[in-house]
Structure formats: structure tokens, C-alpha cells
Nanobody, 124 residues
């Protein structure tokens, strides 16, 4: 049974930092492209970042470029999202997802497995 679980969310002031973690089990982690999405209240789920199977390539939505960094540790079956210079508009539930294809997909329907999400709240 595949399990994906996010952690590390919380409340932070604008300009602060958080590091999200996502641990996956029940799958061959190194064979999956991993992505982070977020969903703010009343809005659709939005792509944030993705990382290739080896970790050698990354892709970001423009609004987080230069502030967020996605990384992975295949030995630990874990993907991370380091978030710096946080803004109130980054407030959302953040989800981790696994994609069995080697491509970067920004549409959520392309991802095969999802976590339950972790809340990130940025106060002004």
C-alpha cells in the first residue's frame, strides 16, 4: 500500500522560512517524479514545484522561483520543499504528489499518489 505523508507546516511571519518534508512508502521512490502543490481557501489546487527522479532537475511555478527549493533524498524516500521569504499569499494547504512518469506535469490529474496535506499559514 502506497503512503505519502507531508509534515513541517505551521504558522510563520512574512519573510520567514519553513521546510516541508514528504515521506513516501510502498513504492519505488526513485522511479517517481515528485511534485508539490498547494491549495488556498476558495481556490483551485496549484502546482508549485517538481523534481526529477534523480533529483538532478527541478521545475518551479514563477511565483516561487528564487524563494522555494525542492530537493529529494532517495535513500530516505523523502522529498523536501524549503520555503524562504514567505509571503501571506503563500498561505495554503501544501500537498506532496508522486508521478510515475519521467515528465514534469503541472496538472494535478497526472499524479498518481497524494498525501493528506500540511497547512502553511503566513501572517503579515
Amino acid at each position: 500500500q502506497v503512503q505519502v505523508a507531508e509534515s513541517g507546516g505551521g504558522l510563520v511571519q512574512a519573510g520567514g522560512s519553513l521546510r516541508l518534508s514528504c515521506a513516501a512508502s510502498g513504492l519505488t521512490f526513485g522511479s517517481y517524479t515528485m511534485g508539490w502543490f498547494r491549495q488556498a481557501p476558495g481556490k483551485e489546487r496549484e502546482f508549485v514545484a517538481a523534481i526529477s527522479r534523480s533529483g538532478g532537475s527541478t521545475y518551479y511555478v514563477d511565483s516561487v522561483k528564487g524563494r522555494f527549493t525542492i530537493s529529494r533524498d532517495n535513500a530516505k524516500n523523502t522529498v523536501y520543499l524549503q520555503m524562504n521569504s514567505l509571503r501571506p499569499e503563500d498561505t495554503a494547504v501544501y500537498y506532496c504528489a508522486a508521478d510515475r512518469t519521467p515528465y514534469y506535469h503541472t496538472a494535478s490529474y497526472n499524479y498518481d499518489y497524494w498525501g493528506q496535506g500540511t497547512q502553511v499559514t503566513v501572517s503579515s
